[in-house]
Nanobody
Framework: QVHLVESGGGSVQAGGSLRLSCAASGYSVDRYSKAWFRQAPGKEREGVAGINMMNISAYGDSVKGRFTISQDNDKNLLYLEIDNLKLEDSAMHYC????????????????????WGQGTQVTVSS
């Protein structure tokens, strides 16, 4: 059974940086398609970054150039590096995993994934 646990969220001033982590168990990160999503109150869940088993990545238009997805196969961890944080980045951030090989745009669609973590909150202040 796939189990995902996010960490690394917090309260940060605009312009700062954060690195979110997603610890995986029950599967190997290099054998799944994986993605980060975020959801702010009253808004739909949005795919921000994804990476598949071929190490092909994709990013949402609103975060390109500021977000970087990566993984550590030895530690079975997925990361999301967020630079130049903006107020609109405030949201609960989730990681998700799927055994199918996905490419954009499916790689960034919530309905493509069956396994989800509980989320980690990112709050950006001015």
């Amino acid at each position: 059974q796939v189990h995902l646990v996010e960490s690394g969220g917090g309260s940060v001033q605009a312009g700062g940086s954060l690195r979110l982590s997603c610890a995986a168990s029950g599967y190997s990160v290099d054998r799944y398609s994986k993605a980060w999503f975020r959801q702010a109150p009253g808004k739909e869940r949005e795919g921000v970054a994804g990476i598949n088993m071929m190490n092909i990545s994709a990013y949402g238009d609103s975060v390109k150039g500021r977000f970087t997805i990566s993984q550590d196969n030895d530690k079975n961890l997925l990361y999301l590096e967020i630079d130049n944080l903006k107020l609109e980045d405030s949201a609960m951030h989730y990681c998700a995993a799927e055994p199918r090989l996905l490419f954009a745009p499916d790689l960034l669609l919530p309905e493509s994934y069956d396994s989800w973590g509980q989320g980690t909150q990112v709050t950006v202040s001015s």
